[in-house]
């Protein structure tokens, strides 16, 4: 049975319900541009690759020219920064779980591809109870989820080999991140997406609930 000393976790749709904000804010910047707005539930399945493809997928196809996108995206960043926390929340559970890992020594890292900037404002901000050895969003560092680059890295920060670690998140990306690394691919189901992408991805287990961790692996 393997000895795991480590969680990874992603962030939006894992960690903290972020739709509600990142809904609103595109579509104030859909709206500006004179294009048409989509219902917040449509969302959950444009996020999880980054500003640029949210905005890329939310246009319309005549509209998806790089210079429109560019355009799209740096207003996106301006407003988003002006309201990134009006709505976002800590789903229900995970205080406990994030309680419980460091009652029990777990360490724990988040890798997002939100900007970086904003994934360490947010934990910052909503995640400041706890102690993450390792926070990285989206840079310069290396490629964006699924590219395993980025988990890798956590794992050689954190002085662990991939099979020591759990990485837990709500989406294909996340799935194929965690196969990718070697890592152990855990699915959340609170989350943005559903039962069926996660396991047609790589899920190795669901989670219904944040404390189901401890029934799925002793840890």
């Not at 509600?20 to 500006?32: C, G, K, S």
């Not at 926070?135 to 890798?152: E, M, Q, V, W, Y």
């Not at 050689?156 to 989406?171: A, F």
């Not at 699915?187 to 609930?209: H, P, Q, S, T, Y």
């Amino acid at each position: 049975m393997t000895d795991y000393k480590a969680v990874i976790f992603d962030m939006d749709g894992t960690l903290l319900d972020t739709l509600a904000d990142i809904a609103e804010v595109t579509n104030r910047v859909l709206q500006r541009h004179g294009y048409p707005l989509h219902p917040m539930d449509q969302y959950r399945f444009f996020v999880g690759q980054g500003a640029g493809k949210l905005i890329e997928q939310v246009l319309p196809d005549k509209a998806r020219e790089e210079s429109i996108i560019l355009a799209c995206v740096k207003d996106f960043m301006i407003e988003y920064e002006k309201s990134w926390n009006h709505n976002t929340a800590l789903y229900d559970g995970i205080a406990d779980l994030l309680n419980e890992l460091e009652k029990r020594g777990i360490r724990k890292s988040i890798l997002s591809n939100k900007p970086d900037d904003f994934t360490k404002a947010f934990a910052r901000e909503y995640l400041n109870n706890w102690t993450f050895d390792e926070i990285h969003g989206n840079s310069k560092r290396f490629p964006r989820k699924p590219d395993p680059a980025g988990a890798l890295l956590i794992a050689e920060e954190l002085g662990l080999v991939p099979d020591e670690i759990i990485y837990i998140g709500d989406t294909a990306i996340d799935m194929k991140t965690a196969v990718a690394a070697g890592m152990k691919p855990v699915g959340v189901l609170w989350g943005f997406r559903d039962r069926e992408e996660l396991l047609a991805n790589g899920a190795r287990e669901l989670l219904e609930n944040p404390m189901d961790l401890f029934d799925k692996f002793e840890i």
